[in-house]
């Protein structure tokens, strides 16, 4: 129920617009961390949403989405 609660907070407050390639593009990354416990034993969970890199020619965007779409293509080089 957490997982679901948290999932739903973050798809309501994740900016995303269209674009000519994607009618609905967040441009950002997500991280869930989780620890599940079983029978007393313990192991940490990393969950990583990663943002597709754009082709900005391709995608038809200018201005602000341009420059959001530039960023996230140099965040994912970087990473």
Same mark, same amino acid.
């Given at each position: 129920?957490?997982?679901?609660?948290?999932?739903?907070?973050?798809?309501?407050?994740?900016?995303?617009?269209?674009?000519?390639?994607?009618? /609905? +593009? %967040? !441009?950002?990354?997500? &991280?869930?961390? *989780?620890?599940?416990?079983?029978?007393? /034993? +313990? %192991? !940490?969970?990393?969950? &990583?949403?990663? *943002?597709?890199?754009?082709?900005?020619?391709? +995608?038809?965007?200018?201005?602000?989405?341009?420059?959001?779409?530039?960023?996230?293509?140099?965040?994912?080089?970087?990473?």
């Amino acid at each position: 129920d957490d997982v679901a609660r948290i999932g739903r907070l973050v798809e309501a407050t994740r900016a995303a617009q269209g674009h000519a390639l994607n009618h /609905r +593009s %967040s !441009r950002s990354h997500a &991280v869930l961390g *989780a620890v599940l416990t079983v029978r007393g /034993r +313990s %192991s !940490r969970w990393i969950f &990583v949403d990663l *943002a597709g890199s754009e082709r900005v020619k391709k +995608s038809d965007v200018d201005g602000v989405r341009m420059m959001e779409a530039m960023a996230t293509n140099a965040s994912l080089s970087a990473l």
